[in-house]
């Protein structure tokens, strides 16, 4: 898996040049960028699974101690919903210093409700969680033998977008 995701690198700002679609050992595809601050999965996938008609999800998990992200859950559909093609949306994101959880569309059968009603809204959302619901599905995203050990890589070729900076996994 390491190996693979080396050619990404480099990782850019502004605009990610490089996309990694990696076979899993289930009927899930995990798809990657090169962007800085990881992943951006929303416009990919929610396109995808509309064109080509299946199931998509993006996961995020922030590592522990950073200030960005947090533990994010979306499926989408091949059809369009309330909004867009989102049929479930689950987070726990720190927005402006404090934490916010969110929850919409339909419930799904294996969610455990009680979670989202925990006094610290960062725990209502958390890796666990998250682990937790995509075993449910099928996929066991944590653990680096769920992967395939090839992928197939899209680049972007042609002029950057201005301003764009390159980093390498230190930065």
């Known amino acids: 898996m390491e190996a693979i995701l080396k050619e990404l690198l480099p990782l850019t700002s ?6 990694l679609f990696i076979p899993t050992h289930s009927e899930w595809t995990a798809f990657v960028d090169n962007g800085h601050q990881g992943t951006d999965a ?3 996938i929610s396109y995808l699974a509309k064109k080509i008609e299946c199931v998509g999800l993006r996961a995020t998990d922030a590592l522990p101690g950073r200030t960005q992200g947090g ?4 499926l989408y559909r091949p059809e369009d919903t309330d909004w867009l093609n989102i049929e479930r949306a689950i987070s726990a994101i720190p927005t402006d210093g404090r934490w916010a959880f969110s929850a919409s569309g339909a419930m799904l059968s294996f969610e ?3 979670f989202y009603a925990r006094r610290r809204i960062k725990d209502r959302f958390d890796s666990e969680i ?7 599905l099928g996929i066991d995203a944590f653990n680096p033998s769920f992967y395939v050990d090839e992928g197939f890589l899209v680049e972007k070729v042609g002029t950057n977008a201005p301003n764009m900076q390159l980093f390498d996994l230190g930065d």
Request: proline content about 4%.
């Open 14 to 19: 502004v605009e990610c040049r490089r996309f």
């Open 42 to 44: 929303f416009a990919t």
């Open 71 to 74: 533990t994010v859950f979306e």
């Open 112 to 114: 455990r409700p009680e």
């Open 130 to 136: 998250l682990k937790q619901y995509l075993g449910d």
